[in-house]
Each structure stands twice: as structure tokens, then as C-alpha cells.
């Protein structure tokens, strides 16, 4: 695991000019790979490459990027693994590609495919995760990719004179010639999802390459292709749904697809280990670890006070069934307030998921004991886990079951102000375990999803934070968003559902999630449920093997009960949830106040300060519970002190 960086200038290089910034660049992200760091220009051609390496195989220097591919054509920098870099070396050489390997590393098996089969043909190859940029000497080129699901970041752009790339913003901001300018659409749609949806980022004119795109750049720079998909989600998921099968069928098959997928995920030359949690999926992915393992797999999980959110007592009853070496810490308010500040620093591009504080807090534990965790993520995307494949569908079937005349008034009762405050009155009122999360929020989203069950509205309403962020933002409407993907043929609601997730929420979200956290302490998380071959599979799945009534991952579970007893994983779903309602109201009522002062929000010109007020009056109130709204906005203004002057946190300056 690595980060990657460079630019090509077409303006007339200089070569001190251009190692100077690349090494610059490459400094930025130096948190990526703690173990080392090159760089590679071609001050003829402007071009310049940089990395930073977290060692993970073939920890030696025949590792070291950026690499050249046997044949001097290509010279890459890369992020990521190449899972079945054996298995492409064993195809070379049966067909005759034998170069003089310098080591294992799966970097050279890619360059090697490169100069066999081409970039394209080497990807479609590659069963991995993956951000990668390839300089062709040969056709004076430059190529970015990424993997088929977006688990590594990619971001690209032009300023001025300028093509920048690099695996964080972090990295293209460190350069001269990079211009601070934002993009406010951009903030209205991170409003709207707590994060900016790709492919925009948060500055204008810089670009984050889709998952399972190609980019090519030519021209000096100065001709930039659109990204070209070497694999389709739609187009597996339409194949998937015209080839269903039975569970019954496709059991075993998915077991040895998750097993493989688990044990591809084990190869490193260095200590692995797993997030354990206690539920279905981290469970599962430990428990087929474990299986192939001839000793205790190391398992990590952390504990909260709360224990309206603390999940530690199901994750150490797990691990004793299994038998892992396992390792559980036990956080307190005052650890997880610790690094809220700090949050801006790490994503470094606005993203207000809470569920990014023990994301983080787990990595950091974990990175003292391993440098890779295998992780359960993917398997709610993937096999139908959210609540809101559930809940949400139930929801628009009743109002589609009722006159359409009726819908618009009882969803004006049910939203109305005086009910979500009577909602929120009586909530008060139960015991603290009792209590629902948000629930204004719930309703309001229920009676948004009553007065339109239409599944394209159902999922855009359920999965907002902001109903109509534009009113938040002078001036401003955000980004199209999901009107702008093409769905797959699909007729049911959960499927429809499903699909978007895999394609908006999983990579720009959970998996940006997973990356940043794991990366500021130098861990590399995999993930096994999001293997294509497991994707490809699982849409062929019917429906009732994944949501059977009202319980998600069906067969997952099937799966998972060979090796865990029911009884230590059947439980309500919980999320990696914080408390932030109550943090608001009390430590952070300070830290909140002065970010969201009038005169501050004022200034900036950014946001409406009569709504941002209205929003805290009724939070503080208790008419609404605005926490999580809140708590964009906060993210968001927290990110701006940390971005918005000249310095560039986080690793700029840890070296030269």
C-alpha cells in the first residue's frame, strides 16, 4: 500500500524545478508509506512521478517505485495490490514472458503485463485494488486507472500550465502552480451525502477518477481523455439479473468464492490481522481467515462506555468462539473528542460520516500490532444489509398502496413541524437505550418517501442529509448527482437500491473512509467481499437468498452459521456510530458555536447564516434533531480553517 503523485508541466521544464516540486508533492503524502519514497522526471517530456511505500511485498529494495517495465516502455507509480500477482506471473512465463524478475513484487508482474498484453488487457486481468499512473515512453502518454470498485483514491486536474494526479488533494495542493478555488456545487452535494461524490471534488477543476476508468492524457498535458470503463457494474448486474440462479446452487459456490477471496487477501510478507466487530460480515471474513490459518489470526476491535454504542461484548464473544489472538480497547469520551479536531487533517477533503472517528481509532490500534487488517466491508452493498433496503421499501409499497390524492396531506402530517417536535418530546422521555437516534429525521424521511415512493426519489430522499442543500449555499445548486447515473434494468426497489450504493456510497463514502483511516497510521485494509469475481456472483443471487422477509444478507449468514453459532451474531443492525447529539450540547458546544457564529459564517459568504442559525435554535431546542446536519456543516468548516490559508497539514514537512 502506497500513495502516488506527479504532474506533467507544458510550459517549458526545468529539471532541478521539477524534482524540487515532485519531492514536494510526494512529502505530502508521506503518511501513505512511512518506508520509503522515490521520484522520476523526464524533464524533456515535462513529466514527473513520485511515491511514497508501505511495504507490504517484497519488502526489499526490488520494490521500489517508481518502476520500469522490463522492456524500458513503461515506468509506473502505483497504489495498491495485485491479489493474484502469481497467477499473472504463471501466465506470463507459460506464455513465454520470462524477464530477468528482480524480486516478487506484484508492481513488476503489472509492468511485465503491461509490455505483454497492454494496459487495458493487464487490468481486466487484475483481481485487485489498485490507483496507478503509467508514463509511455514509447507514445509520449500518461495513463491513471483504478480499481473496479474504488477502494484507492485517484484525483486528477489541470492548472494553468499543469496536469497534476495523486492518490490525495494534499498532494496536487502542494504544488506551485495548484489555485485554491471551491467549488461550490461541490459543497452543496457533500451537504446533501457528508461527502463530495465523485467525480468532483471539493476544488474546482480537480477531478476524482471513477472506479473502474481509464484516463489518458496526451499532448503535453493538455488533452485529457474521458474516463473509458475497463469493467461495468451495470453491465454485471444486468448479466446477474438475467441469470439468476438458487441459493441453494450458489451456496457453496459463494463460500469458496469468499474463502479464495480471503486467503488472496492473507498473502503479504508482512504481520496481517482483522477488524472484528461481532456482526455478520467481519465475522465471517475472521472466521474464513482463521480457517486457513495454522495459528490465532490477530483480531481488533475497540469498546465505548455507551453502550447504546459499543459492539465489544459481541466481537469478544466471536473471537473466544473462534480462537483468535484478540485485542479489545476500550475508548472513553475524551479519547474520541481528542481527535475531532485532527479529523479535517486526515480526510482531507470535506467528509462528516461520524463513523469516522472509531474507523480511525480501530486503525490506529490495529497499526500497532500489523501493517495489513482484512475488513468486512462491502458485504451491506453487495448482499443487502442496510436497514433502508428493508424499512425503505416497506415504506413506498404502503404509500404506493394508497390513493395518490392521499399522499401528499398525510406526508404534510407527518412532517409537519409540530409532529417531529411532539416525536422528539416523547423520545426524550425514554430510557437512554430506548431512544431513537434522529428521529424527527426518520419521519421526516419517512413522510418524504410517502409523498414520492418512486425508488430513484425513495433512495435520493433516504440516503440525504440536507433535503435541499441549495438553500443553504449562496448562490449555488449542487451537482446533478444520481440523475445523471444510468441504472441497470432493474424492477425492484432493493436491487435498484443496492446497485447505487455499490457505485456512490461504497467507494465515496465507506471505502474513503477506510482509506484515509487506515493510511494516516500506516495500515493497509483489505477487502475480501469486494473481490469482483464475489460481485459478479452475487447478482446472480434471487433476491430472497439476500433480503428473506426482514432479514438482510441471508445467505451470508447461512454461510457464517458453519462456523458461529446463531446466538453470538443475531442481533438488531447497529452502526459505528458517536454521540454526537449529545457532544453538541455539551463538550463541543463551544467548539460548534465558534465555527458556526454568525459573524464567522458571515464572512465567508459560503452558507445562509439566518438558516444556520434557524438550524442551531432548533437543535438546541429540541423542536428537531438537526445533530447530523449539524455536523456537515461543522466538518465542512472545520475543513476550511485547515485548507482555506497557505499550509498544507498532515506530512508536508516531515522530511527535507
Not at 287 to 292: F, P, R, T, V, W
Request: aromatic share 8%; charged share 20%; with cysteine.
Amino acid at each position: 500500500m502506497c500513495g502516488l503523485t506527479g504532474f506533467w508541466f507544458f510550459g517549458g521544464a526545468n529539471g532541478v524545478r521539477m524534482e524540487r516540486d515532485v519531492r514536494r508533492m510526494t512529502r505530502a503524502i508521506a503518511h501513505r508509506g512511512p518506508d520509503d519514497s522515490g521520484i522520476w522526471t523526464d524533464s524533456d517530456a515535462g513529466i514527473a512521478l513520485g511515491h511514497r511505500r508501505l511495504s507490504i511485498l517484497d519488502t526489499s529494495s526490488c520494490g521500489h517505485q517508481p518502476m520500469t517495465s522490463p522492456s524500458g516502455r513503461y515506468v509506473m507509480v502505483y497504489n495498491g495490490e495485485a491479489y493474484n500477482f502469481a497467477e499473472l506471473r504463471g501466465t506470463l512465463e507459460a506464455g513465454g514472458v520470462a524477464p530477468a524478475w528482480r524480486g516478487h513484487s506484484d508492481t513488476e508482474i503489472l509492468l511485465a503485463g503491461f509490455d505483454h498484453w497492454g494496459i487495458p488487457g493487464t487490468l481486466k486481468r487484475t483481481n485487485g485494488m489498485f490507483a496507478l499512473a503509467v508514463w509511455d515512453r514509447s507514445e509520449r502518454t500518461l495513463t491513471l486507472a483504478r480499481d473496479r470498485l474504488g477502494e484507492k483514491p485517484l484525483f486528477y486536474g489541470r492548472m494553468g500550465q499543469t496536469f497534476l494526479f495523486g492518490s490525495e488533494l494534499r498532494a496536487l495542493m502542494a504544488h506551485p502552480s495548484f489555485e485554491r478555488d471551491l467549488d461550490r456545487r461541490s459543497t452543496a452535494s457533500f451537504l446533501r451525502h457528508s461527502y463530495v461524490p465523485a467525480p468532483h471534488s471539493i476544488w474546482t477543476g480537480i477531478a476524482k477518477l471513477p472506479p473502474a476508468t481509464m484516463v489518458t492524457v496526451s499532448e503535453g498535458g493538455r488533452s485529457v481523455s474521458e474516463p473509458q470503463p475497463y469493467w461495468s457494474a451495470r453491465a454485471v448486474v444486468e448479466h446477474g439479473v438475467g441469470d439468476h440462479q438458487s441459493a441453494r446452487q450458489m451456496e457453496d459456490e459463494i463460500e469458496a468464492l469468499l474463502s479464495d477471496a480471503v486467503g488472496l487477501r492473507m498473502v503479504a510478507d508482512v504481520e496481517l490481522g482483522a477488524f472484528l466487530s461481532g456482526g455478520v460480515d467481519s465475522s465471517l471474513i475472521t472466521a474464513l481467515m482463521q480457517a486457513q490459518s495454522s495459528r490465532p489470526i490477530r483480531t481488533f476491535t475497540i469498546g465505548f462506555d455507551d453502550p447504546r454504542f459499543d459492539e465489544a461484548p459481541y466481537a469478544n464473544a466471536v473471537a473466544a468462539h473462534l480462537g483468535t489472538d484478540h485485542t479489545a480497547l476500550y475508548i472513553d469520551e475524551a479519547t474520541m473528542l481528542d481527535i475531532v479536531p485532527k479529523l479535517p487533517s486526515i480526510w482531507d477533503e470535506p467528509f462528516a460520516d461520524s463513523s469516522q472517528i472509531p474507523t480511525f481509532l480501530v486503525s490506529r490500534l490495529a497499526s500497532s500490532h500489523v501493517t495489513v487488517c482484512l475488513s468486512g466491508d462491502g458485504g451491506d452493498e453487495i448482499f443487502g444489509g442496510y436497514n433502508r433496503y428493508l424499512t425503505g421499501t416497506e415504506i413506498a409499497n404502503a404509500a404506493r398502496a394508497l390513493p395518490a390524492g392521499l399522499r401528499a396531506p398525510m406526508a404534510g402530517v407527518m412532517g409537519a413541524q409540530p409532529t417531529l417536535a411532539l416525536a422528539e418530546s416523547v423520545n426524550s422521555w425514554l430510557p437512554k437505550r430506548s431512544r431513537y437516534m434522529g428521529l424527527s429525521d426518520r419521519i421526516r424521511k419517512a413522510a418524504d418517501t410517502v409523498r414520492d415512493p418512486e425508488p430513484l426519489s425513495m433512495y435520493r430522499n433516504l440516503v440525504s442529509h440536507q433535503v435541499d442543500p441549495d438553500r443553504m449555499i449562496l448562490g449555488h445548486r449542487e451537482y446533478p448527482g444520481l440523475s445523471d447515473i444510468a441504472l441497470p434494468v432493474l424492477t425492484d426497489p432493493r436491487a435498484i437500491m443496492m446497485y447505487l450504493d455499490t457505485v456512490t456510497y461504497l467507494p465515496d463514502d465507506i471505502l474513503t473512509k477506510v482509506d484515509r483511516a487506515g493510511m494516516a497510521v500506516g495500515l493497509e485494509a483489505r477487502v475480501p467481499f469486494l473481490d469482483h469475481r464475489i460481485v459478479e456472483r452475487a447478482w446472480s443471487l434471487p433476491m430472497e437468498a439476500k433480503i428473506n422477509g426482514r432479514t438482510g444478507k441471508k445467505i451470508l449468514r447461512t454461510i457464517l452459521a458453519k462456523y458461529v453459532p446463531d446466538a453470538l451474531i443475531e442481533r438488531p443492525k447497529a452502526g459505528f456510530s458517536v454521540p454526537i447529539a449529545a457532544w453538541l450540547k455539551g463538550p463541543l458546544r463551544e467548539w460548534a458555536g465558534d465555527l458556526l457564529s454568525p459573524a464567522r459564517i458571515a464572512r465567508q459568504g459560503i452558507f445562509d447564516p439566518a438558516l444556520i442559525e434557524s438550524m442551531l435554535d432548533d437543535n438546541a431546542s429540541g423542536r428537531r434533531a438537526l445533530h447530523s446536519q449539524l455536523w456537515d456543516v461543522l466538518m465542512f468548516q472545520a475543513w476550511h480553517d485547515c485548507y482555506g490559508g497557505a499550509s498544507i497539514p498532515f506530512g508536508a514537512d516531515d522530511e527535507g
